[in-house]
């Protein structure tokens, strides 16, 4: 009989590390170069009392941690002061408590794993974890992520038709899902780099936007056919014909009432499906007001962005709405999002500018350092802070709470950063129309 555990480790270099490495670094680990691991067990095993950490490097002694557990329940450990260079790491579980573990045999064992830890570098380390007495196994996956500041990018594989990638999700199976709208067909990352791709069954379909449903489900929009489609997380396709095939589904999310919300933006239209594909639309009050982006609010409502219009626009689950005019005009608002604060946050593409406006209407602009950045994708970080994504500047930026504005400028030439999403290993994931590539950045 097997039992599956999951384990989650991140680690995160000291600042001293983090500055010296590759810096005239032999490769040797130093006394200065350690780091931290938070070690996330989600379910310990049923007769497990202990956990014992073994990291021993190349050169010097190793650094063992104990860490008591509670059977069957999830536990959070930090390890300090790990080496880095090159490292062997065990691990051990007790069914004693931890202060009765010495001289004592371990109930679950694992084969010793050579891992190269230093700044900058992701590392991957699977552990099988398995029983001495024979009683089951146990599977255990670890993650060594890139230290703050620290971009990472996966260049990709173009379609035979060529590849623009829109906007990105994170899933409910905590991969990043992305639409390729030149290439016809919807990408899958994992946080390793690990790319598989889906090609959408409608010829020419041009995927635009992509969003976790309430149902476990990828959604996205058909921009060219008119359609909405559903991926589950194992690829398999469902799609959904609007009434009007020109009406130009663009941007889409889930609702606060279990549903999947998008705007029309050729209809200036708000849809309404329900996961088994049910329609209800709701036509804009202010025609062509060119609808993109749309949120759920702190006030459980649908808020979204009227580019043409230079209106934020809020409507109700019912379907009333509301719109409240932007301060500065020929702003074009694009992207928005419900921020940590209460308040909706939203980019202005030809103003420059992020805007934030509380569920009452009132609102507030902040220039964007950087001239014609063109600001696109907007989402909340790990940090608690706004980023949003500068097309035309190549850059990621981010903006607290008060206004202030910080940029940070992608590697990758030319890339042009559209989507932007949290990703399940608290970094940023990004990509963008210009190099076919996915991005990640940690805050």
């Known amino acids: 009989m097997r039992a599956t555990r999951s384990i989650f480790v991140v680690l995160t270099l000291s600042s001293f590390a983090a500055a010296t490495a590759g810096c005239g670094d032999d490769g040797a680990p130093h006394a200065d170069d350690q780091g931290t691991v938070m070690f996330d067990l989600t379910t310990a095993p049923t007769d497990a009392r202990c ?13 063992v941690r104990q860490f008591p557990l509670s059977p069957a329940q999830p536990a959070v450990f930090s390890l300090s002061g790990l080496p880095t260079g090159n490292v062997t790491i065990t691990e051990n579980v007790f069914t004693v408590a931890c202060a009765m573990t010495t001289g004592a045999t371990a109930t679950w064992t694992a084969d010793p794993v050579m891992a190269t830890l230093q700044a900058g570098t992701p590392v991957n380390v699977a552990f099988n974890l398995r029983r001495v007495d024979g009683g089951g196994q146990v ?17 990709q594989m173009a379609s035979s038709s060529g590849s623009i990638f829109e906007l990105i999700v994170t899933g409910s199976d905590d991969n990043l899902w992305f639409t390729d709208s030149e290439g016809n067909r919807i990408g899958r990352i994992t946080p390793a780099g690990a790319a598989t791709y889906f090609p959408v069954p409608t010829a020419n379909a041009g995927p635009t936007a992509i969003a976790a449903g309430p149902d476990g489900n990828l959604w996205f929009t ?24 020109f009406s130009s589904p663009f941007v889409i999310t889930a609702g606060p009432d279990g549903n999947i919300w998008f705007t029309e933006l050729g209809a200036s239209k708000i849809g309404r499906m329900t996961p088994s594909g049910a329609l209800t639309e709701f036509t804009i009050p202010t025609a062509a007001s060119g609808p993109c982006a749309i949120t759920t609010g702190p006030d459980r409502n649908i808020w979204f962005a009227e580019r043409s219009a230079n209106k934020i626009g809020r409507v109700t689950p019912t379907g009333t709405f509301t719109e409240f005019a932007v301060p500065s005009a020929g702003s074009n608002p694009f992207g928005i999002v419900s921020g940590n604060d209460g308040n909706l946050w939203f980019t202005e593409q030809v103003g420059n500018r992020i805007g934030r406006i509380t569920t ?3 609102a507030v602009e902040f220039a964007i350092p950087t001239p014609a950045s063109t600001p696109v994708t907007i989402a909340v970080g790990p940090d608690g802070n706004l980023w949003f994504t500068e097309a035309l500047t190549n850059q990621l930026a981010r903006v607290t709470p008060t206004g202030t504005i910080t940029e940070f400028a992608i590697p990758t030439a030319n890339l042009r950063p559209t989507g932007l999403t949290t990703g399940p290993d608290s970094r940023l994931w990004f990509c963008g129309e210009g190099a076919v590539e996915i991005g990640a950045f940690r805050p």
């Open 360 to 362: 009452g209407g009132s």
């Open 222 to 245: 058909e921009g060219s056919t008119g359609k909405i489609g559903r991926l589950t997380t194992s690829g398999s396709f469902t799609e959904f014909t609007l009434p009007d095939t």
């Open 51 to 63: 956990a014992v950490i073994t990291v021993t490097p190349a050169m010097g002694a190793a650094v």
């Open 139 to 155: 599977n255990v996956s670890s993650n060594f992520p890139t230290p703050p500041g620290s971009f990472q990018e996966f260049p």
